[in-house]
C-alpha cells in the first residue's frame, strides 16, 4: 500500500517530469532516485530492461502509433544512461515497412549484440538483431504456409553452443478452414545470424504453452500450461515426442493457479505467477520439482508482468489494483525483491492519483532501474524509475 509521502513524492515528480522532463526543483530532490518520462510517438507498452556493456540501459517497449486511418504496433528500442538520459536516437521497428510488429521478448548475448522477437501481426514470428548503435544487422521471417497465428513466449542464449532457443505456439488451419490445430513449438537459431536450425512442433501437449521452454542440463525441456491448473511439463526430447505431466501447482485454500514466466538456471527452475486467495488475488515464488509453494503480495490485487533473475535472487515487477471509495480501483506500482529461495527482501507498492505498473527491472552497482508506464492524456507512457536496493525512491 502507498504511503502519504511516497504519494506526494510521486505525484510531484511526474507533475514537473512532464512539464520539464528534470530533477531540477523537485522537492526532495535526489541523486539517487527518480522518476523521469521517456516521451516517445504513441501509447506504450514497456517489455524489457537490460545493462549493456558500454554501462547504458537498453529498453524495449512496444508503441501503437495512431494515424488518420489505422493504427500501427511498433517495437521502440532505446539506450538511455544512468541518468535517465536518451544517448541516441531512439528506433522503431520496422523502419519503412507498413507492417505491426510487436516484441514478446529482448536479450542481450555475451559479445554484446542485441536480439529481440516477436510477430508480425501475430501470423509470423520475427526475429532481428542490432549492434550496440542500435543498427540493424539481421532479420529473420518464420511461418508455415498453412499457419494462421503464433505466439513467441520467449527466448535465451544458450551460452554452451551459442544457439538461441526460442519456443510459443502456432495455430495451423486445415485447406478447408474448418479445423484449427494448436501446437507447442520449440526452435534454434544460430546467434550470429539467426539462421533457423531446428523447429520442433507438437500437439501432444494438451494445451499451448503458458512460459517459455528451458532445457536443462540434462537435455530435458521443462514448460507450464495453465488450464483446470497450472501443470509442469517435461519432455526428454526436443521432438517433444515423449512428454511427461510432472504434477499441477497447489496451495491450501486457493484458486486459479496461473503459472507467468518460469526461470531455469544450472541449479534450478523457478516458477512465478498468480493465484486467487481470500478474494484476493497474489503473486507466488514456487521452484520446481517440489511442492514448495510461497505466496506474497497479501494486500490488494497484483499482477505479475515480468522476473528478472539477478545475483542474490529475483526482482519481481507488476501492478497493484488499489480499491478507492464508491468501488473504483486504480493501479500502483507493484515490485518485490525475493531471495534465491523465494523468501521476501523487501515488497513495495506506490503510485499517484493515475494508472501506473512496474513493467521490468534491472539491478545495477545496488540500485533498481525500473520501466513502468502511467496515464498522461489518452497515451500510456514509458517511465524510467532509479531506486535503493529496498525499492524506495527517497533515502
Given at each position: ?55 547504458n ?5 512496444n ?7 489505422s493504427?500501427?504496433?511498433k517495437?521502440?528500442v ?9 544517448v541516441?536516437?531512439?528506433k522503431?521497428?520496422p523502419?519503412?515497412?507498413?507492417q ?25 514470428l520475427?526475429?532481428f ?9 539481421d ?24 544457439k ?9 488451419g ?15 537459431l544460430?546467434?550470429d545470424?539467426?539462421?533457423?536450425l531446428?523447429v520442433f ?6 494445451e499451448?504453452p503458458?512460459?517459455k521452454?528451458?532445457?536443462d ?18 519432455s ?10 510432472l504434477?499441477?501447482?497447489e ?43 510461497i ?6 490485487n497484483h499482477?505479475?508482468n ?9 526482482l519481481v ?22 531471495g534465491?529461495?523465494?523468501g ?30 502511467t496515464i ?6 514509458l ?13
Amino acid at each position: 500500500m502507498r504511503s502519504i509521502k511516497q504519494y506526494i513524492l510521486i505525484f510531484t515528480i511526474l507533475t514537473t517530469a512532464f512539464a520539464c522532463n528534470t530533477e531540477e526543483d523537485l522537492i526532495p530532490a535526489s541523486r539517487d532516485s527518480f522518476i523521469k518520462i521517456i516521451k516517445g510517438q504513441g501509447s506504450e507498452t514497456p517489455l524489457k530492461i537490460e545493462q549493456l556493456s558500454d554501462q547504458n540501459l537498453l529498453v524495449v517497449s512496444n508503441t501503437s502509433i495512431f494515424q488518420e486511418a489505422s493504427t500501427k504496433e511498433k517495437i521502440r528500442v532505446l539506450k538511455l544512461n544512468m541518468a535517465g538520459n536518451e544517448v541516441s536516437d531512439p528506433k522503431y521497428f520496422p523502419e519503412d515497412i507498413n507492417q505491426s510488429w510487436r516484441a514478446a521478448d529482448a536479450i542481450v548475448t555475451s559479445d554484446g549484440r542485441i536480439i529481440i522477437g516477436g510477430t508480425v501481426a501475430d501470423t509470423s514470428l520475427v526475429f532481428f538483431s542490432l549492434n550496440s548503435n542500435l543498427q540493424l544487422v539481421d532479420t529473420k521471417h518464420y511461418k508455415l504456409e498453412n499457419a494462421i497465428s503464433y505466439e513467441l513466449k520467449g527466448f535465451y542464449f544458450d551460452e554452451s553452443n551459442n544457439k538461441i532457443i526460442f519456443s510459443g505456439s502456432e495455430i495451423q488451419g486445415s485447406e478447408e478452414g474448418e479445423e484449427e490445430v494448436g501446437y507447442t513449438i520449440y526452435g534454434e537459431l544460430d546467434s550470429d545470424d539467426l539462421s533457423l536450425l531446428n523447429v520442433f512442433r507438437s500437439e501432444k501437449a494438451k494445451e499451448l504453452p503458458a512460459t517459455k521452454l528451458y532445457r536443462d542440463l540434462d537435455g530435458r525441456i521443462n514448460w507450464v500450461y495453465n488450464s483446470s491448473s497450472s501443470t509442469l511439463l517435461r519432455s526428454n526430447t526436443p521432438q517433444l515426442s515423449l512428454i511427461e505431466e510432472l504434477g499441477f501447482l497447489e496451495f491450501k485454500g486457493a484458486t486459479n493457479i496461473t503459472t507467468k514466466k518460469l526461470i531455469g538456471t544450472n541449479e534450478e527452475i523457478v516458477l512465478f505467477g498468480e493465484l486467487d486467495i481470500s478474494s484476493q488475488t497474489q503473486l507466488f515464488y514456487s521452484k520446481a520439482y517440489t511442492s514448495e509453494l510461497i505466496p506474497f503480495g497479501d494486500k490488494g490485487n497484483h499482477q505479475l508482468n515480468n522476473v528478472k533473475k539477478i545475483e542474490s535472487g529475483y526482482l519481481v515487477t507488476g501492478k497493484t489494483e488499489i480499491l478507492e471509495e464508491g468501488a473504483n480501483s486504480q493501479s500502483d506500482f507493484f515490485i518485490s525483491r525475493r531471495g534465491l529461495n523465494g523468501g521476501e527482501v523487501f515488497t513495495e507498492t506506490f503510485g499517484s492519483d493515475a494508472d501506473e505498473e512496474l513493467h521490468d527491472a534491472v539491478m545495477v552497482n545496488n540500485k533498481i532501474y525500473a520501466i513502468g508506464s502511467t496515464i498522461i492524456g489518452i497515451n500510456n507512457t514509458l517511465l524510467l524509475l532509479k531506486m535503493d536496493e529496498f525499492g524506495r525512491l527517497s533515502n
